[in-house]
């Protein structure tokens, strides 16, 4: 059942504006061992798409404002919670729960959409143990921060954080937070305009700056002044007026990316500002628009210059939805009518819906559940099957099932 608008709207700034606008209104290959579905390739379905149930994997698991869930290489998940911490536990039925990483102590949580939002495996982790989080840091003034940690015997080790890269953040909101290794091997961290509203610092479309971009960086190695190096294929690598680190730009608060598993490419949700939701396949020096625009419609509300601007896959209206979470692309076996589909929710609303491109045009694209609570993040498990992470004090974990 939806909720009413209005209050659903206030809770959710005060609650989890992390997704939310929260301001004054205010390329391709296998993914890394892992996040890859181990299911073998299938076509995508034809028909109808599919009607799904949300089973709670189990009634007594929950974790405290959930930001994401992992499936690690040693068979555990990994759910990171906002104020910091990062819980494992062995399967989706388990009840008992294991402290893989506490850095409450360094996450700031005085914004609502600070805190820790992003967390990945390195592709070797099970050989080096090594781990990335990107979270607002406590301490100095407000910025956030991309570290690397270590791990041993299934516990990381808090001591042992670099940090890799530190960004100055002029207001409590848009973070992003995403990290996350593609295909190629390198990691991608989507970040957000830098907060308040329609961006008044110009940061989406600003090419020297880091707000409002997706970044893609390789941290396998060091360069001269640098914690990693910048891969030579980046769009602006070796340019002028342009920070090389960039992969794509014009993003407002980019909540939830991934990479499709069969096919490597890469979608992303874009939180709107007033009046659109918005979610894109990103390509390499994309300008995916804000603050030009706000969705598919100029953000002035007249007519702007779309000249070079790479239009959304689908946008949608905001009303009793407020603020898009990007999924995957079903991979799994479970849910044989939804292959190929990309599945994504609305925080506010608890919607879930699926669409299907084909590569020009969106061909369909429907509800598909409807959950009664709030929808911070998606997970995908080794078999290629998706869960939704309730955000609250006491969140579940729900299965996407037949």
Not at 306 to 319: E, F, K, M, Q, W
Request: charged share 15%; with cysteine.
């Amino acid at each position: 059942m939806i909720r009413p608008v209005a209050p659903l709207i206030l809770l959710t700034c005060l609650a989890f504006a992390v997704a939310c606008g929260g301001d004054d209104k205010d390329e391709s290959g296998s993914l890394p061992t892992s996040t890859v579905a181990t299911t073998p390739e299938a076509p995508n379905a034809t028909g109808g798409l599919p009607a799904v149930k949300l089973q709670r994997v189990s009634p007594s698991l929950s974790f405290a404002r959930m930001t994401g869930m992992y499936a690690g290489p040693d068979g555990r998940f990994y759910v990171t919670e906002q104020a910091g911490r990062v819980i494992a536990f062995a399967s989706a039925g388990s009840t008992e729960q294991q402290s893989f990483l506490d850095i409450t102590e360094r996450v700031s949580t005085s914004g609502n959409e600070e805190g820790l939002l992003g967390f990945a495996f390195a592709p070797d982790y099970a050989q080096s143990g090594t781990f990335y989080v990107y979270y607002a840091a406590a301490s100095g003034s407000r910025h956030t921060v991309l570290s690397r940690f270590r791990a041993s015997n299934g516990v990381a080790d808090a001591r042992s954080e670099q940090v890799l890269l530190e960004i100055a953040q002029p207001f409590a909101n848009h973070k992003g937070g995403q990290v996350a290794f593609g295909p190629d091997g390198m990691l991608y961290l989507g970040l957000g305009d830098g907060g308040s509203g329609r961006d008044p610092m110009g940061n989406g479309q600003n090419r020297n700056v880091l707000l409002g971009k997706l970044l893609r960086l390789d941290v396998s190695k060091a360069a001269a002044g640098l914690a990693y190096s910048i891969p030579a294929d980046n769009p602006f690598a070796g340019q002028a007026n342009a920070r090389a680190e960039i992969w794509a730009y014009g993003l407002r608060n980019p909540w939830r990316f991934s990479f499709d598993a069969q096919t490597g490419q890469l979608w992303l949700a874009d939180v709107g500002q007033d009046t659109r939701e918005e979610v894109d396949i990103i390509t390499r020096g994309g300008n995916y628009g804000w603050s030009i625009m706000e969705g598919a419609q100029c953000l002035s509300g007249a007519s702007c210059n779309r000249s070079g601007l790479t239009l959304p896959v689908i946008d949608y209206a905001n009303g009793e939805d407020c603020s898009v979470t990007g999924g995957f692309v079903y991979r799994g076996q479970a849910i044989a009518p939804l292959q190929g589909a990309y599945v994504y929710a609305d925080y506010c609303s608890g919607k879930v819906w699926a669409l299907r491109y084909d590569g020009t045009k969106l061909t369909q694209q429907g509800l598909i559940a409807d959950a009664p609570f709030f929808i911070s993040s998606f997970a995908v498990d080794a078999q290629g099957e998706l869960y939704v992470l309730q955000h609250d004090a006491a969140g579940g974990v729900f299965k996407l099932v037949p």
